[in-house]
Every structure is written in structure tokens, then in C-alpha cells.
């Protein structure tokens, strides 16, 4: 069974940032609330302590993608022409090309 890393794509922008805030966001408003309400505040403790949990959880995938993308930091993709795949087959028409990696 193949892992959720396989189909991880390392230059694609870490999306799971803007969740990692959201859920920040969403807990220190129900400090806040909490805070200024007057409501009790057990509801509200909960609610960040889920938030935080959840910031957790979104936080692992962030940090191996981003560990990921700056080994990644030195290669750039290349992009092949179309003339100069033309010549490559013709030079070796014989050879099955792959790529560079």
C-alpha cells in the first residue's frame, strides 16, 4: 500500500499553512469570546483546545512538504522543447527517453 507521500508533489505552495492559521485564528477568537462574553467558559476551552488539535494535526504534513521543498531548493524544473525532443529522437531512434529523473 502506498503512502500519502508518494503522491505528494514538493513544488506545489504549502496549503496546509493557511488551515494551521485558520485553526489559530479559531481558537484565539474563542479565547477572546470567552474572555469578553461573559459566557461560561468550559464551551469555549474546549473549542480551543479542539482548534489546537487540529492546528497539530495540519502541522506535521506542513513541516515534511516544507523539510521536502528545501532539499528540493537547488533543482528547478526543466523544461524540454519540442525541437530539441525532435532531435534528441532522431540522433537516437533506437533509445526509449525517459527523461533527466
Do not use: N
Amino acid at each position: 500500500m502506498k503512502s500519502d507521500y508518494d503522491y505528494q508533489f514538493p513544488w506545489r505552495p504549502i496549503f496546509e499553512v493557511y488551515a494551521i492559521s485558520g485553526w489559530l485564528g479559531g481558537a484565539e477568537l474563542a479565547y477572546w469570546t470567552s474572555r469578553w462574553s461573559g459566557l461560561p467558559h468550559e464551551p469555549f476551552d474546549w473549542l480551543m483546545t479542539a482548534c489546537g488539535v487540529m492546528a497539530c494535526w495540519r502541522l506535521s504534513p506542513a513541516l515534511s512538504l516544507w523539510y521536502r521543498k528545501r532539499r528540493l531548493r537547488q533543482f528547478r524544473f526543466q523544461y524540454l522543447d519540442a525541437e530539441k525532443l525532435v532531435a534528441m529522437v532522431k540522433h537516437h531512434p533506437e533509445a526509449l527517453w525517459f527523461g533527466w529523473g
